[in-house]
Structure formats: C-alpha cells, structure tokens
C-alpha cells in the first residue's frame, strides 16, 4: 500500500496506477493494463462487483495512510452514474481526485 | 416510517441451525481456486450451513427450547422466503408440531405467515408489538426461518458461497422488566426492487446483483439508519451495540467504515453460518450473547436489510433476554 514513500506522490494518477498495480498482485488478479489509464477497470472481463468494492476500501485506506485523508468513495451518485466513474482506471482516478477535493471542504466523508 | 410501542419485551431467543455444511474444500473442487480464496476473504464466509430439513422443522426445533409443556403462545408469526409449503404457510405448521391444537380450555394460537426476507426479523417484530397492543393478546411466538440453500444454482458463486440455512424463534411478552426500557422504536421502509437486486426468476434459482445490494445499503440504508439514530435523540456513540443483518463481510464492512463504528460495538456472525436472511440477527445474538445477562444490549439497535429492497430499524433494550446458545441440529 504505502511500503517506501516517505512523501505523497505529486500526481494523483500515477498514484492511482500504484495502487492498482499493488492491488492487482496482492490478490493475484490478471488485469491486463496496456492501456494505462484507459484499461478498463469494472464490466466485462475486467473486475467484478465484489472484486470492485474490495478495491475500494483498498484504495481508500491507502489514500489515508498516504495524505492522512479518510475518503469514501463508494457512493450511491457513484454506482447509479449512467457513466460509472469506477469504468475504467483514468475515470476513477478523476473520480478520487474530485471526491478528495469535495471531502476535503466538507470536513467530513461523502455519504452521498 | 417511524412506529413506537411502549412497555414489551424480548424475553427469550433461541437458534438452530443444522450441522451439515459446505464449504472450501467443496468449492474449491467446484470452481476456480484462486477466485474461490479472494471471495471467501471478501465476505468472511468460509463455510454456510446446508440443511437437509425445511423451514417449518428448523422453526419448530428453535421454538422448542423456549417453551414448556402445556405453555403457548396467544400468535405465532413466522417469517420466511422459504416455507416448507405454500399452502399453509409454516406458522400453521409450527402450531401443529408444537401441539398447540383446539383443546377444551383454550384455543390454539393465532398464526401468520410474512413472506420477507432480511429485513424480516424487525418487521416480524413490528407486527408483534401490534399484537401486543391488544388486550387479549399477551405473548407472541416470532419464528424467523430460511432454507435459502435450497434457491442457491449450484454454479453461482455469488450466491452458493453466501447464503446459509438456519433458524431464530423469540417469545416476545408484553412485561418489561423490573429495570428494563420497555420502548420499542422502529423505522420501517421500502425501495422497491424494481431492477431486480435480488429475486429470484423462472429458472427457480435466487439471483442477486451484488453491486446494487451494495449500493442500497450504503447509499439507503446507512443514511435511514442515521437519520432513525437521531430521530430517537440519541448519537451514533450512544447506541451500545450495533446488531446487523449478517449480509457479506465486505458489505458490513463498509457499513461499518461510513458510520465510524468502533469494532466491539459491531459484532459479526458469518464464517460457518453463512447470510441466513431473516434469521442472521438471532443467530448473531445466539453466537455472541448466549446467557441471561448483556449490559451491553441496553440500548441495542437490529438493523434489517435486503430483499424487497426492504429495511427495518428497531431500538430496545435486549439487556435481560434471555439467550439459548445456538442448537446444532444433528451434531455427531
């Protein structure tokens, strides 16, 4: 998760692609991610909705050991977007950025 | 929907569930090993229970350990998405295999059937509390039973390595204790199904898309639950235990994390039981609290939800129900 790195990566999406990675090994799952940000990420032959919500709560634990941040980034908005923000790795990584953002002026994590 | 009663009580819970079981050695021999790991890990179910007997015996055995002889109940409510028959509905039956037929001095116990599922202990409940409200009727049977094995498609691993089979019955009274808050508040709702999160089709077997059951406990069930905590003028930190429907490791997890729940306050019951649907929550009890005496469930709060897309929400005080330790049915 967050092993070597004394200081947060400055960019949001390579960060983002670290995890991934970590999290792909750590549960022995073959996603293929030649397509870097573009790689689909959940559907069809990608992860399915156990494997999406086990990544989310990796993601969002790694997010606070990394910038001391508590995100929720499973939310109702989220799973009923026509467009799902966890469709591919690019589109979740904007996702987290702007929740972490939003969560961040609130105070507090994003129910809803 | 907020609903309040005044002055009942949980007297006794007792649990059974059968001996026989499956798990990763069977599954494994089944399908994909490594999927099969990540899974098990996900929902912290390691094995569930596999019954060879129906509802209806599973609801009449747990009844048993809270009755004596020549004592019954004035209403037997039994709730269940998997009834022995159709035609009747288990509560009848239950009436029948307890003995409590027509006699001379007394008639036999009023019976209902609820065809509900997770939520369905605290709507059970909620029925109760109505009954009780009437002078002639002092005391209610609550029976909460599911085979849902039987609705498992052996190839789904969604569903095969989550839902197990077992029962809870409760004798619910209308004399709080000396020292016992006898309020019972209760928050009851619907989402209706209409996607088809979890129902079954013409196939016969259960069918449940995971993603959305998460979605309706996160997105509406943890702000009701929120929203009923404050309704009650109390604080998330004032509710001393935190009795869930036990629905998969990851989903209480996730629960658990958006509401800031300490650990000790959210007690779980999965691994070798399995999602027992309306039932988890006394099983849960019966793992945990076995005994007379639970401080800690002064002010418990039993959060039901699922199927329907249904919840129900009820706070009272299980501090001195007394609490058989689960029955393993046909243990070596």
């Not at chain 2, 021999?29 to 129906?54: A, E, M, N």
């Not at chain 2, 999602?275 to 609290?289: D, P, R, Y």
Request: glycine residues 10%; hydrophobic residues 40%; contains cysteine.
């Amino acid at each position: 998760m967050n092993d070597a790195s004394p200081q947060p990566p400055l960019s949001i999406g390579s960060w983002f692609m670290n995890q991934i990675q970590d999290y792909l090994v750590r549960r022995s799952i073959p996603l293929d991610l030649e397509s870097g940000m573009d790689s689909p990420l959940y559907g069809a032959g990608a992860l399915d909705s156990m494997q999406l919500v086990d990544l989310i709560m990796f993601v969002e634990d790694a997010y606070w050991a990394d910038y001391g941040q508590r995100l929720l980034l499973a939310n109702a908005a989220a799973f009923s977007a026509k467009r799902s923000p966890y469709r591919t790795l690019g589109s979740f990584a904007e996702f987290l950025d702007i929740q972490a953002q939003i969560q961040a002026q609130d105070g507090t994590p994003n129910h809803a | 929907m907020l609903f309040k009663f005044e002055g009942l009580n949980i007297e006794a819970l007792a649990s059974a569930i059968p001996w026989q079981s499956e798990g990763i050695s069977e599954w494994k021999s089944f399908f994909d090993k490594t999927g099969i790991c990540q899974l098990t890990q996900q929902t912290r179910i390691t094995s569930v229970r596999k019954s060879p007997y129906s509802s209806l015996k599973l609801g009449t055995l747990s009844s048993r350990l809270l009755y004596k002889k020549n004592k019954q109940p004035d209403a037997i409510i039994s709730v269940t998405q998997t009834p022995e028959r159709l035609v009747p509905g288990n509560a009848s039956g239950i009436a029948s295999a307890m003995g409590w037929t027509k006699g001379k001095e007394r008639a036999a116990p009023l019976c209902w059937d609820l065809q509900m599922g997770c939520a369905g202990m605290v709507w059970g409940l909620h029925q109760a509390a109505m009954l009780l409200q009437q002078d002639s009727i002092n005391e209610v049977l609550l029976v909460c039973s599911e085979t849902h094995s039987r609705l498992v498609n052996p190839g789904d691993r969604a569903t095969r390595l989550l839902f197990g089979d077992g029962a809870t019955a409760m004798r619910l009274t209308k004399q709080a204790k000396a020292g016992q808050e006898g309020t019972w508040t209760f928050e009851l709702g619907t989402q209706p199904d209409d996607a088809g999160q979890l129902c079954t089709k013409p196939d016969g077997f259960l069918h449940m898309d995971g993603l959305g059951i998460f979605d309706f406990a996160v997105g509406t069930v943890v702000p009701a639950l929120e929203k009923f905590i404050q309704s009650n003028g109390l604080s998330k930190d004032q509710i001393s235990t935190y009795l869930m429907h036990q629905a998969s490791g990851l989903v209480l997890q996730y629960m658990q994390r958006m509401m800031q729940i300490p650990s000790d306050r959210m007690p779980i019951a999965l691994d070798g039981y399995g999602n027992t649907g309306s039932a988890s929550i006394g099983i849960l009890l019966a793992h945990h609290f076995a005994g007379t005496s639970h401080p800690e469930l002064r002010n418990a709060i039993m959060v039901g939800f699922g199927s329907g897309l249904q919840w129900g929400f009820l706070k009272a005080d299980l501090s001195q129900t007394k609490i058989h330790p689960i029955l393993p049915i046909d243990s070596p």
